[in-house]
């Protein structure tokens, strides 16, 4: 009963709640809502066979004045035009690629002349579409305050006025498909006005209505006999996803359903932008064809970007791609060509705020107008163009070095390394700061026909230990890295034959929605030498971030390093977390602690911008010289700071102890720069200024890891992200596993990693482990759904392998649980207990289990059974078992789990028994040979194994098996009661 009561209260109030509800859903703005079948009966439509193009359209710009129906904004109207320097105190044109059209008077979003310009500049270039950016929040479009809704409705009433004009005149227009601005789900929600800049639950009935009625809005407001149909279906461009909160499978066919009733019939046919992951769209794009085209279900090129006009720009978000007066735009068009694909966009007609327009400027003229109607009919009429013109038009090959002047190949830097020629006795020597050396192709090689390519590298056959050599080259494989913006050779295999050698690969660029017709070249590519494959660093690497690349050095000081008697643990963690930030580190040295070597050390890696961090030679003693080392290699002075002292010197009070006069130097910190307070010793971290080499910093860090490790995460590594803006930590997912072979990991990920090229990869390999690393950066659109999604795809593909998961929301993850440890939680949880009985292990397994405080709650101990007395006398194995089978046997391994538990009344054990070698083994029974043998009273599961490798290999690896094996019977059993 009260079930039903409870149902009956919840089923009241939606009866009470409903008809207000209802009575909140704003009505259509336009006046073009179908009112009956026949007004979508016969609408033209686009289909298969068809090869379209279609164009961003941005109508936010007004200039006549500040007020639009009454409701007036002075930074409004103007704001991406006059303002677009980046605050609204200056005025004048943007400073951006663009300078902006003729007679800014004539913008006017409310003019349908203005609009009809526009619309007639598209079609003299035969574009087929027009993808209005559409911003209206249902709703709120004529509410006082709430302008921006205002605008997004006049303007598309007189867009559709001109529309109307220029097709009574006998004019041929381009259809109209909608450009859903998904940013305006964020704010102004009609069904969130008490938190407007909360992000919308699409999964919810509120925001899924928010976001059909916003498509709705849009179709209200243009004729149907305008609308951009494909399969008879009109257009939805939906931008980015990350305005919503949540999203699932259900959004597109319930908006389809509700649009079909409205619409007799008809439903959107759904083009979005790729972190709309899962969502179920009809075709991919990628945002941002401006800066990089991406070839995907449909093309999305554009002439170049530039952000560095528009108004609120975030500090640090600078991105440009220069127009290479006309080139960048003129190879995106070349690759949309040949690639299949039916629709290509351009990113965008008229956004002059970020410099990505083809409409005509003062700056440019009619030169992108003009350059887009050639390439258009090409693109059309599905025509090859000419080859381009150049002095390499129709060769065969290009190659660098070479004799000549002009090669086809030219050597070029690139944000992640500079990349430097010089003339030796030897020859050429290219100087480079990252594992790349970059080439330019020339234009009139890349895009003739050559079929197949070939690419013929001499390298120094090093052994595979130092790395990998592959080519990267632009591709139209949406497989490849990024959606197909590049992707890898085969790899040519190191040998370590020390000698300098000749390989080939072929370069194939894939292919795109559809067979391409006609041959493809690429522009570009890269020689690399990956030295960080043996350590699972991601592979294809770029520079991340918005931020320079600085060369940065690692100086490790200390003669007890050198001298062997001190293990180095900073070179991983300072390496490690720099990697998280887009930064990597160029080199790394050890120095001794000694007069003038921290000078000399400092003085040959300085360079304007150059990051130099030292570790170590900063206490009291008379042998700590790096501080003064460093104030002679930057010639930044020593003062002496009293507060600093004093604090240091209260610290020692309070501990009862007098601080000595040779301390003192513990608080001299640099004339230009700053320092680190040392919450765990007593020696600052300090930042030397170079007033010679300007944008150079040195960085000194005390050497104990417990002082530094801190410094470093929580002041240090921030004061630099800042310097350098570098980005947030990406968002980053890790898997563990255990008894899975690396080869076999990467052959099941990669059908997972397919639709998703963007995600980096990175494995930490160790006896019987490997950590695999998922990650995104930290303002990748929807990152930790996509990063959840693989995680969670991967974890079923790896049922019996996969032990841990943890996620990162900073530097370091949530939890970092190991094997050892997650074992022990589920025995705890289950109020289990655990003994061993170890043979070859020699107590490894016990010795791992009780490195973590706590395991006497579950751990109950073991057995070193080496000796077949004690397997006899403590464990029980049988005489004849010992003398029939031997002491590695199936057998012996199961009777030491019987007795173990008889012994010790615990509810599990596990025993080993094996041959580790080096000696002992035979040719029935050779080293490496091992039995784990794992159970309770109930059943006792045994292995054999063969473990190729040494001694210390075969005992790791088997003391991994027997937890492996008891953490899988664990989760695979129900705890008795």
Same mark, same amino acid.
């Given at each position: 009963m009260g079930y039903f009561r409870a149902y009956f209260i919840l089923a009241l109030s939606f009866s009470i709640l409903g008809p207000v509800s209802a009575q909140i859903l704003p009505e259509p703005p336009g006046p073009y809502l179908p009112k009956d079948e026949e007004a979508v009966k016969d609408l033209q439509t686009f289909g298969e066979g068809d090869r379209l193009t279609a164009v961003y359209y941005f109508y936010w710009y007004r200039y006549r004045d500040a007020c639009i129906e009454g409701i007036c904004n002075p930074q409004f109207s103007r704001s991406h035009i006059e303002f677009a320097t980046g605050s609204f105190e200056k005025s004048g044109p943007s400073s951006a690629l663009t300078d902006t059209p003729v007679d800014l008077k004539e913008m006017d979003l409310t003019d349908p002349a203005w609009h009809r310009a526009q619309i007639e500049r598209i079609a003299s270039a035969s574009i087929d579409i027009i993808l209005p950016v559409f911003w209206g929040v249902p709703g709120r479009y004529d509410e006082n305050g709430h302008y921006q809704s205002v605008w997004s409705k006049v303007g598309m009433e007189?867009?559709?006025?001109?529309?109307?004009?220029?097709?009574?005149?006998?004019?041929?227009?381009?259809?109209?498909?909608?450009?859903?601005?998904?940013?305006?789900?964020?704010?102004?929600?009609?069904?969130?006005?008490?938190?407007?800049?909360?992000?919308?639950?699409?999964? =919810?009935?509120?925001?899924?209505?928010?976001? $059909?009625?916003?498509?709705?809005?849009?179709?209200?407001?243009?004729?149907?006999?305008?609308?951009?149909?494909?399969?008879?279906?009109?257009?939805?461009?939906? $931008?980015?996803?990350? /305005?919503?909160?949540?999203?699932d499978e259900t959004l597109f066919p319930e908006t389809k359903a509700r649009f079909s009733n409205e619409f007799f019939g008809r439903t959107p046919w759904f083009v979005a932008n790729l972190d709309w992951l899962g969502a179920g769209a009809d075709w991919d794009y990628r945002w941002g064809g401006s800066i990089q085209p991406t070839f995907l279900s449909i093309n999305s090129i554009g002439p170049g970007f530039d952000n560095s006009g528009a108004i609120g720009e975030p500090k640090g978000s600078r991105v440009e791609r220069e127009r290479e007066d006309g080139k960048f735009y003129r190879n995106a068009w070349e690759r949309a060509l040949r690639s299949g694909a039916p629709l290509t966009v351009i990113e965008t007609w008229n956004e002059l705020h970020e410099g990505t327009e083809i409409c005509p400027t003062v700056e440019y003229g009619d030169q992108y107008l003009q350059m887009t109607a050639r390439y258009v009919n090409q693109y059309k009429n599905d025509s090859d163009s000419k080859p381009l013109a150049g002095p390499f038009m129709g060769k065969a090959s290009v190659v660098w070095p070479g004799t000549q002047i002009e090669t086809g190949m030219t050597p070029v830097s690139a944000a992640d390394g500079e990349f430097r020629i010089t003339e030796t006795a030897d020859g050429l020597l290219a100087e480079m700061q990252s594992s790349y050396l970059y080439f330019d192709v020339d234009d009139s090689f890349a895009f003739a026909t050559h079929d197949p390519m070939e690419a013929t590298i001499e390298y120094y056959d090093l052994p595979d230990r130092f790395g990998r050599i592959f080519i990267e080259y632009d591709s139209w494989d949406r497989d490849a890295n990024f959606h197909g913006i590049y992707k890898n050779s085969e790899e040519i295999p190191l040998t370590g034959s020390f000698q300098w050698k000749t390989a080939t690969v072929e370069l194939t660029l894939g292919e795109t929605g559809q067979q391409p017709k006609r041959g493809r070249r690429p522009a570009d590519c890269r020689?690399?030498?990956?030295?960080?494959?043996?350590?699972?660093?991601?592979?294809?690497?770029?520079?991340?971030?918005?931020?320079?690349?600085?060369?940065?050095? *690692?100086?490790?000081?200390?003669?007890?390093?050198?001298?062997?008697?001190?293990?180095?643990?900073?070179?991983?963690?300072? =390496?490690?977390?720099? =990697?998280?930030?887009?930064?990597?580190?160029?080199?790394?040295?050890?120095?001794?602690?000694?007069?003038?070597?921290?000078?000399?050390?400092?003085?040959?890696?300085?360079?304007?911008?150059?990051?130099?961090?030292?570790?170590?030679? *900063?206490?009291?003693?008379?042998?700590?010289?790096?501080?003064?080392?460093?104030?002679?290699?930057?010639?930044?002075?020593?003062?002496?700071?009293?507060?600093?002292?004093?604090?240091?010197?209260?610290? $020692?009070?309070?501990?009862?102890?007098?601080?000595?006069?040779?301390?003192?130097?513990?608080?001299?910190?640099?004339?230009?720069?700053?320092?680190?307070?040392?919450?765990?010793?007593?020696?600052?971290?300090?930042?030397?200024?170079?007033?010679? /080499?300007?944008?150079?910093?040195?960085? =000194?860090?005390?050497?104990?890891?417990?002082?530094?490790?801190?410094?470093?995460?929580?002041?240090?590594?921030?004061?630099?992200?800042?310097? $350098?803006?570098?980005?947030?930590?990406?968002?980053?997912?890790?898997?563990?596993?255990?008894?899975?072979?690396?080869?076999?990991?990467?052959?099941?990920?990669?059908?997972? *990693?397919?639709?998703?090229?963007?995600?980096?990869?990175?494995?930490?390999?160790?006896?019987?482990?490997?950590?695999?690393?998922?990650?995104?950066?930290?303002? /990748?659109?929807?990152?930790?759904?996509?990063?959840r999604e693989i995680a969670d795809r991967t974890q079923d593909e790896f049922q019996d392998f996969v032990f841990s998961r943890s996620e990162f929301t900073g530097e370091e993850p949530d939890r970092l649980v190991d094997l050892e440890e997650m074992v022990m939680d589920i025995l705890r949880l289950r109020k289990e207990t655990l003994a061993t009985a170890e043979s070859c292990t020699g107590g490894l397994i016990s010795k791992w289990l009780t490195d973590y405080p706590g395991s006497s709650d579950v751990f109950w101990g073991g057995v070193i059974a080496y000796d077949n007395s004690i397997k006899q006398n403590l464990l029980k194995v049988s005489t004849e078992t010992l003398d029939t089978d031997g002491a590695v046997s199936e057998s012996t391994a199961r009777q030491m789990v019987e007795g173990l538990l008889d012994l010790t009344q615990t509810t599990w054990g596990i025993g080993v028994t094996g041959i580790a070698g080096p000696g002992g083994g035979s040719e029935e029974k050779p080293v490496g040979l091992v039995y784990v043998a794992v159970g309770n009273r109930e059943r006792i599961e045994v292995k054999r194994y063969e473990f190729p490798g040494d001694r210390e290999f075969v005992r790791e690896l088997s003391a991994s098996v027997g937890l492996w094996m008891l953490w899988r019977r664990l989760i695979q059993t129900e705890p008795k009661e």
């Open positions: 007189a867009f559709a006025e001109a529309m109307n004009e220029l097709k009574n005149e006998g004019k041929t227009v381009p259809k109209v498909g909608m450009f859903f601005d998904t940013s305006t789900l964020s704010f102004e929600s009609p069904f969130n006005r008490d938190n407007p800049d909360a992000k919308i639950d699409l999964m =919810a009935s509120n925001g899924k209505t928010q976001f $059909y009625l916003t498509i709705r809005d849009f179709f209200s407001l243009i004729p149907p006999e305008d609308w951009a149909l494909w399969e008879g279906r009109p257009l939805v461009w939906l $931008y980015a996803s990350v /305005y919503a909160s949540a999203f020689a690399a030498r990956d030295p960080d494959s043996k350590s699972g660093t991601q592979q294809n690497r770029r520079a991340k971030g918005s931020g320079r690349m600085n060369p940065i050095h *690692l100086i490790i000081i200390g003669d007890e390093l050198l001298a062997g008697k001190r293990q180095d643990k900073h070179l991983q963690k300072i =390496a490690s977390t720099l =990697a998280s930030r887009g930064a990597e580190l160029t080199s790394c040295e050890s120095i001794r602690d000694v007069p003038g070597a921290v000078t000399e050390a400092i003085k040959n890696r300085l360079a304007n911008d150059t990051l130099i961090i030292t570790t170590g030679g *900063l206490g009291p003693t008379v042998d700590d010289l790096t501080r003064e080392g460093i104030s002679d290699a930057t010639g930044t002075g020593l003062r002496f700071d009293e507060d600093l002292w004093s604090k240091l010197k209260a610290r $020692y009070e309070r501990r009862g102890r007098k601080i000595s006069d040779s301390s003192r130097s513990q608080a001299l910190v640099p004339e230009r720069g700053t320092f680190f307070p040392n919450g765990f010793g007593t020696a600052p971290g300090l930042v030397f200024e170079c007033e010679q /080499y300007p944008g150079s910093l040195v960085v =000194a860090l005390p050497g104990p890891p417990r002082e530094l490790n801190p410094m470093w995460d929580d002041q240090a590594l921030a004061f630099l992200a800042e310097r $350098y803006n570098w980005p947030a930590p990406p968002r980053r997912i890790l898997l563990r596993f255990v008894m899975a072979p690396e080869a076999g990991i990467d052959e099941k990920m990669r059908p997972i *990693l397919k639709g998703h090229p963007d995600v980096g990869l990175s494995s930490l390999i160790r006896i019987g482990r490997v950590d695999v690393t998922l990650s995104l950066p930290s303002d /990748y659109p929807n990152n930790t759904a996509i990063l």
